[in-house]
């Protein structure tokens, strides 16, 4: 009873992620794994889907980059193009997360040093008498934003590029494990009618 409660908790947190806009086939990478990863695919989650799972899972966002992780699911006929694109995906995942966490962190501690130093400059302290955090108004927290954007404005480029980059990759390689799947069917169907065999 206690482990059915504890596996209905975590599918109230964890969802299987698989909309038929994205069902490609039996056999694409889309289609997420119940087999414990190798540690060169091992995800930022240590969380596993239960061994009947057909689909990618999808867990709650991260604490640092708000950034919810995806366990992949890997077919039992992954062929190398496959394993390519679901490789891809997941380093790019894993680069996405740890370029946000590393910048709301930045983001966090230099925010936190500009309203001590505002509170400073008027000579208040980051309480006031009753304990309450004080903090600054729109205006006055919109230097900092805009601070913050302009110094970081390379860095978010340069971000914008690779991101760009990696899911025009990931496009072309989904579009090619799309085109070697239907062919694949195809040749099947036209071997198994040369043969006799019906097919389902």
């Not at 969380?47 to 366990?71: K, M, Q």
């Not at 390519?84 to 790019?92: G, K, S, V």
């Not at 304990?131 to 110094?151: H, I, P, Q, V, W």
């Amino acid at each position: 009873m206690a482990a059915r409660t504890a596996a209905a908790a975590r599918r109230s947190t964890w969802r299987s992620f698989c909309p038929s806009s994205l069902r490609l086939s039996a056999g694409s990478s889309r289609l997420c794994s119940s087999k414990q990863a190798t540690q060169k695919d091992k995800p930022r989650s240590t969380y596993r889907p239960e061994p009947s799972s057909t689909h990618d899972w999808v867990g709650p966002p991260n604490s640092l980059s708000n950034i919810r992780p995806i366990i992949y699911h890997i077919p039992e006929n992954e062929t190398e193009l496959e394993k390519r694109l679901r490789n891809l995906r997941q380093d790019t995942e894993d680069w996405n997360h740890n370029f946000w966490a590393k910048q709301n962190i930045t983001f966090s501690k230099e925010k936190e040093a500009f309203v001590i130093s505002q509170l400073k400059a008027k000579g208040l302290t980051l309480r006031d008498q009753d304990g309450r955090r004080r903090s600054l108004n729109s205006e006055e927290m919109a230097t900092f934003y805009k601070s913050f954007l302009d110094k970081n404005r390379v860095r978010h480029a340069n971000y914008n590029k690779e991101w760009y980059r990696r899911n025009f990759t990931i496009t072309l390689l989904l579009a090619r494990v799309t085109l070697n799947s239907m062919w694949r069917t195809v040749t099947e169907r036209q071997s198994s009618k040369k043969n006799g065999t019906p097919t389902s």
